[in-house]
């Protein structure tokens, strides 16, 4: 039987500093073992447990798509607290080449098969946007991508220099089978793109709830804000899908920590439909 | 596959064929050797006022006097700590090896039919449901549980309600032989095949008679006279209810205004099962380890951005009720109290959580 507490060996191939703040960091992992490199399906929305021995873990969402293969990827925010982020700097001192583990892959995943046939509204703030980087990765692949309606993407950050992904998002902003809405809390110099905040974009934008779904992940004030124009829009709470955050230590649904209700987020999540949530405690 | 008929006669030859044994009281020493030779024992130690399960290594040490222990024997299939990967940091990182689950076949003695029953609770979450934690199963596997039958002349202690949860006081479930006193005597009943095979092979148990076999009959039916606290509940009907009373933060704060928040109750309970997992290292030695944890405490969910989803009191208590009355019945169907008391006993302010679901479910 294989022990679910202990994580298989990676090493770190790849490190790119996503923002100008220097605090987001994602991270290319490549299996040590190749039977654990097989082992690890998984699909966009899902997580791991990120283990750096004498550290600790930290579930993390899986940024890359199970369609890019020999590789997985997270993006991490390194965690300034006083007691904390232990596990998350540690991880923002690794270098290229550094061995650490893995644990997973871990939860549910965005609802794929439901997603299948129908438009997709994919809303992302901040760096929350890594597991929505993976669907859309995930979609736009050539085998998959008549599988899915119209595409969608409305994507904000504070400032031009915290948008994550800025190469994919320009790739992606090119192509005909995709619309891309970036935006920017506040303009600077360098942007020449849209300035607004990602609930009145979504207004502006106005996507047509016929046959679509949104998927929506960020901090939890966007969020807020978001909900109510979807609602307007007429998405019923059956087709708006967003992530949970717990904290979390096994990821598995055995230490009891991360639970809504009777829902483990780490098993159960994170991934909810605001139905699902309306079923639950408002404890999160 | 067999038929139901063909089951229908192997239950039967089962029948009999019970293996049942006895050994005088005087001879316990002599019991507790034999056990001792198959693997690791748990029996109950008194240490000053208090008796608990503890792994023996000296005969006379195990006691058969004494009400319940203060902690419950979970620890047996779950210790409070124990290490999952043992590391050594290095310049280039980590050296690291994996801890063997320790599987030597070990017998618990003396196990109360609540505490019983709160293993069979516990492998609905362990083993029942998604991912097998293997720590836990590799030792449920390997281990004879042997229940003894509460004395049914001697009144339950008063924090006690095992009833309202459906379990008397002679109850075998769980066990896999189960123990009944009789004057200067032990009974001791196979009641599973690990059971049966473990007592077949203790030379020192003398073949019981039937007269024996009557009075351990009678003592598991005078034991169902044993009354504890007991309030009418079901299952599906106090979870529904606990659902309902969520929302009425007055009542909540009120019932749990003097918590301290200290979790002991969590840790003395044998149905609890929350742990943390973390990282000790010293002098670049160091472990990846389990250990207990409790929804009681503050940090408990508190998340690194500062946001905590139960910061105060009366919301980890209440979750600490609604999981156990609530949320597992969902999840698992059945409640996960077995209403051993032991939380009620140790609580420095006296909470009682019977008195809580009582009132909960009368609102
Ligand atoms: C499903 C899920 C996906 C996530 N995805 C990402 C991601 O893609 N990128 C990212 O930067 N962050 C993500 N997070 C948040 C991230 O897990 C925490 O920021 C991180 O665990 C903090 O760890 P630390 O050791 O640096 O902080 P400390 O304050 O030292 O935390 C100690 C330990 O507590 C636990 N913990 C603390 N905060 C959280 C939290 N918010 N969520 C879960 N466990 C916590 C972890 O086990 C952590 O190691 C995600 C959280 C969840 C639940
Ligand atoms: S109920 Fe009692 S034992 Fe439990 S945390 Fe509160 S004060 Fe401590
Ligand atoms: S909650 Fe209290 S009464 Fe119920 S099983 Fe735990 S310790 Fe025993
Ligand atoms: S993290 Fe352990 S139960 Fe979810």
Known sequence: MQNPYIPMPVEVVNIVTEVDTNDIKTFRFAFVNKEDEERFQYLPGQFAELSILGKGESPIGIASSPTQKGYIEFTVQRVANLSGGIVTAALHDLEVGARMGVRGPLGNSWPIEYLEGKNVVVVGGGFAFTTLRSLIHYMLKEENRSRFGDINVIYGARTPGLLCYKEELAAWEKRKDIRMHVTVDKRDETWTGREGFVPTVCREIAPSAENSVAVICGPPVMIRFTLPVFFELGFSKENIYTSLEMRMKCGIGKCGRCNVGEKYVCKDGPVFSLAELDTLTREY | ?363
Request: hydrophobic share 35%; charged share 25%.
């Open chain 2, 1 to 363: 596959m067999i038929g139901s008929k063909g089951s229908l006669n192997a239950d039967h030859c089962e029948k009999e064929k019970v293996v049942f044994k006895k050994i005088t009281l005087e001879k316990l020493g002599d019991l507790v050797s034999a056990l001792k030779e198959k693997g690791p024992l748990y029996a109950p130690v008194r240490d000053g006022k208090a008796v608990n399960f503890q792994k023996i290594t000296k005969t006379a040490d195990v006691t058969l006097d004494f009400y319940n222990t203060v902690f419950s024997p979970k620890f047996v299939f779950f210790p409070q700590t124990e290490d999952l990967i043992r590391y050594t940091l290095q310049k280039e990182g980590a050296q690291a090896e994996p801890v063997p689950i320790a599987a030597s076949p070990s017998v618990i003695l003396g196990v109360r039919p609540c505490d019983a029953k709160s293993f069979e609770i516990m492998d609905r979450h362990f083993l029942g449901a998604g991912i097998i934690d293997p720590y836990w199963k590799n030792r449920r596997d390997n281990t004879v549980v042997i229940g003894y039958a509460f004395d049914p002349a001697a009144p339950p202690d008063p924090a006690d309600f095992y009833n309202t949860v459906g379990i008397h006081a002679a109850d075998t479930e769980g066990s896999d032989v189960f123990m009944v006193r009789k004057d200067g005597e032990l009974l001791l009943k196979g009641i599973t095949k690990k059971g049966e095979s473990l007592l077949k092979g203790l030379a020192v148990l003398d073949a019981a008679s039937a007269q024996d076999e009557a009075f351990f009959d009678e003592t598991i039916r005078k034991d169902r006279g044993v009354k504890t606290r007991f309030t009418e509940i079901t299952d599906t009907a106090i979870a529904a209810k606990l659902v309902g009373s969520f929302e009425k933060q007055e009542i909540w704060e009120e019932m749990t205004a003097s918590c301290i928040g200290c979790g002991t109750c969590t840790f003395v309970c044998p149905t609890c099962y929350c742990f943390d997992i973390n990282d000790e290292t010293l002098f670049r030695k160091g472990a990846r380890k389990r250990f207990w944890d409790a929804c009681m405490f503050t940090d408990f969910t508190l998340e690194a951005s500062g946001h905590n989803p139960r910061p105060r009191i009366f919301q980890r208590y209440r979750q600490k009720v609604c999981h156990k009355y609530s949320y597992h019945v969902t999840k698992y169907g059945c409640i996960s109290c077995v209403g051993c008391g032991r939380c009620t006993r140790s609580c420095p302010v006296n909470i009682d959580i019977f008195s809580i679901v009582e009132k909960v479910a009368n609102l």
